[in-house]
T-cell receptor, first 112, second 113 residues
């Protein structure tokens, strides 16, 4: 099983719909992140969490919300999806013992 | 605000040739990461550079970090087609807000026969 699992892998949704992207990890890492990737751009940070009670906005948090339900689970919600939120979304964790980040396989979201 | 710039953004090279990708960043940090991404795939970790002067090599790729110049390089030696991918550098914004990565725009590398 992958260390960081994202569901769904692909999703097409309509403008105005609420959608949740889920991320779970098996490594016991406290720190989890949500990034967005647009074509020709690097990844941009949406939200991050250093533990269950800690949630922080990244550089592009508008239009998104998150929930850290447990150490292993970090969900990203689009309350009312719009077409410019069409992108590839990645969840990641950070290992404090070796400073390494582990990325999930990504969720390709299309808003029509 | 931490900014990370890579150049070139597009690189087309012939097999067997050498080239260097540059990553400049705007504020103090001593943790820098290099990733590879194939089309439609996730990020594969290549190197983690944790101190000034750090140099790491894996196969045909070698990465270095100069924290005083705020510069990292990814050197490709004798390129082969399998190295075709997009390469990202990312800087860890250590500080009161803790660890989080800021990415460069990526360098799309194409190695031609």
């Amino acid at each position: 099983d992958a260390d960081v699992t994202q569901t769904p892998r692909n999703r097409i949704t309509k403008t105005g719909k609420r959608i949740m992207l889920e991320c779970s990890q098996t490594k016991g890492h406290d720190r989890m992140y949500w990034y967005r990737q647009d074509p020709g751009l690097g990844l941009r940070l949406i939200y991050y969490s250093f533990d269950v009670k800690d949630i922080n906005k990244g550089e592009i948090s508008d239009g998104y919300s998150v929930s850290r339900q447990a150490q292993a689970k970090f969900s990203l919600s689009l309350e009312s999806a719009i077409p410019n939120q069409t992108a590839l979304y990645f969840c990641a964790t950070w290992d404090t013992s070796n400073y390494g980040y582990t990325f999930g396989s990504g969720t390709r979201l299309t808003v029509v | 605000e931490l900014k990370v710039e890579q150049n070139p953004l597009f690189l087309s090279m012939q097999e067997g040739k050498n080239y260097t990708i540059y990553c400049n960043y705007s504020t103090t940090s001593d943790r820098l990461y290099w990733y590879r991404q194939d089309p439609g795939k996730s990020l594969e970790s290549l190197f983690v550079l944790l101190s000034n002067g750090a140099v790491k090599q894996e196969g045909r790729l070698m990465a270095s970090l100069d924290t005083k110049a705020r510069l990292s390089t990814l050197h490709i030696t004798a390129a082969v087609h399998d190295l075709s991918a997009t390469y990202f550098c990312a800087v860890d914004g250590i500080g009161t807000s803790g660890s989080r990565l800021t990415f460069g725009e990526g360098t799309q590398l194409t190695v031609n026969p």
